[in-house]
């Protein structure tokens, strides 16, 4: 006889149900707070400090403002993970990174599958946003449910999977207004599932008819995305040995319709940097070599020691003291006009020059000295560079936050020492300007 599976939320309407989010950082507090404009939230985080700062209605990632945390008043912040037990479903927005090796770190997704596991009742959903490798909701993360919980998969609990789609620092692309991918354990699911995200993103969703199917759509986003910048830097280099302005080079192409138009740089972060690597690793698990993807991370990856070393050959040439030379890089998190350091290739750069030889300070208007440190001691942080008398060597913009481009060239040049040099990696100035751009 074929059992029936429990209605999802015990019964209870959507609109009446109590959402858990797990995971209060870049994705999971703007989620959070935009639900608690119809829902009952319960906003979890493991740390004490990160809860703390939210109820002071302080946000360091600066992605919701003041305002916004004063009035999510059905929001209820919190570090105690019993505060969950009054949800039914659950939405969990842990950070999946890779370990030094580049293998996928799941630790922080199943410990937060076995919390969860403690609270749920008969009939809960557990929703994933963090990205995994297509099969990894189901394969890793359900049993893990199941077993801790002790209810049977889609007969007492359920799964869903929606991508997160973040982008951080931009406030033109918010949760609102990016369209969400949507995909629930059964029809049923997938329907609360769509129905659930409907209420808060004005874009539109886009329900598809498989957890599988959504993971991999998020995986390739940034895959494809890395593939296509690593192209970019690869042609930048060799442009650049040809004598040929790549911003002309692609200005030139862009004229074409269907052309797709990227610009070269430093690629880091927690996605793009990140994402290639879980999509290897399934394809190596299931016995198939892929040819392409791990050699636009390899090159990606090896950008930051491109521009080490064109600073040093360029300060040679130019004959700018380089020996034990002071260098000051401009920019530190992994894209601009965010605080975020994880996986940055700009903090890869300061190492570089370090190894090089080079007297490394850094700054970033979004990061504070104490945050990096302790953690990097061969680099000096500099909270306010253009407010200290200095002749550096060589000054590296190396992360566009819209600070630098609202500064005239000339305050970046007064930096400089007599035969100091400028160094453009985002194209912040124009052509000329600077002494070497990317």
């Not at 940055?344 to 490394?360: D, K, M, P, R, T």
């Amino acid at each position: 006889m074929i059992k029936e599976s429990i209605p999802p939320l015990r019964g209870r309407k959507l609109d009446e149900s109590t959402i858990g989010v797990v995971g209060l950082g870049y994705v999971g507090l703007p989620l959070a707070v935009s639900l608690s404009n119809h829902f009952d939230v319960v906003g979890f985080d493991s740390s004490d400090d990160r809860i703390g700062q939210l109820v002071q209605h302080v946000d360091i990632t600066k992605e919701v403002a003041r305002s916004a945390l004063e009035s999510a008043t059905r929001l209820e912040l919190t570090a105690e993970p019993a505060v969950l037990k009054k949800c039914s479903i659950y939405i969990v927005t842990v950070p999946t990174p890779v370990d030094a090796s580049s293998t996928p770190d799941l630790s922080s997704i199943t410990q937060a599958s076995e919390t969860l596991a403690k609270f749920m009742s008969e009939g809960d959903i557990v929703i994933y946003e963090s990205t995994v490798y297509p099969g990894l909701t189901e394969e890793i993360c359900v049993p893990i449910l199941a077993t801790n919980s002790g209810l049977e998969y889609n007969m007492q609990f359920f799964c869903g999977y929606s991508p997160e789609r973040m982008n951080p620092g931009d406030k033109t692309r918010t949760l609102q207004s990016i369209v969400k991918v949507t995909a629930g354990s059964t029809p049923e699911v997938a329907t609360l599932v769509d129905d659930l995200y409907s209420k808060v993103v004005t874009a539109g969703t886009f329900k598809v008819e498989s957890i599988k199917i959504a993971e991999a759509a998020k995986i390739i986003e940034n895959t494809q995305r890395d593939l296509n910048i690593a192209l970019i830097n690869e042609l930048a280099q060799l442009f650049k040995k040809l004598g040929i302005d790549t911003q002309k080079v692609l200005e030139a192409a862009n004229t074409k319709w269907n052309f797709h138009s990227y610009s070269p740089g430093l690629v880091g972060g927690h996605c793009i940097g990140v994402d290639p690597y879980y999509l290897v690793h399934k394809a190596q698990e299931i016995g198939f070599a892929t040819q392409v993807i791990l050699a636009g991370r390899s090159t990606n990856d090896g950008m930051a020691k491109y521009v080490a070393s064109e600073v040093k050959r360029l300060m040679d040439v130019s004959e700018t003291p380089s020996a034990n030379g002071d260098v000051l890089v401009l920019g530190l998190t992994f894209k601009e006009n965010c605080s975020d350091t994880r996986n940055s290739q700009a903090i890869s750069l300061c190492c570089s020059l370090v190894e090089h030889g080079f007297n490394v300070s850094a700054s970033d208007p979004f990061v504070t000295s104490n945050d990096l440190q302790f953690k990097y001691p061969s680099i000096r942080f500099c909270e306010h560079p253009f407010g200290e008398p200095s002749e550096y060597a060589a000054v590296i913009v190396a992360v566009a936050h819209d600070e630098y481009r609202n500064k005239g060239v000339e305050a970046f040049k007064d930096l400089l020492s007599e035969r100091g040099l400028l160094f453009d990696l985002k194209w912040v100035f124009k052509e000329g300007d600077a002494d070497w751009r990317m």
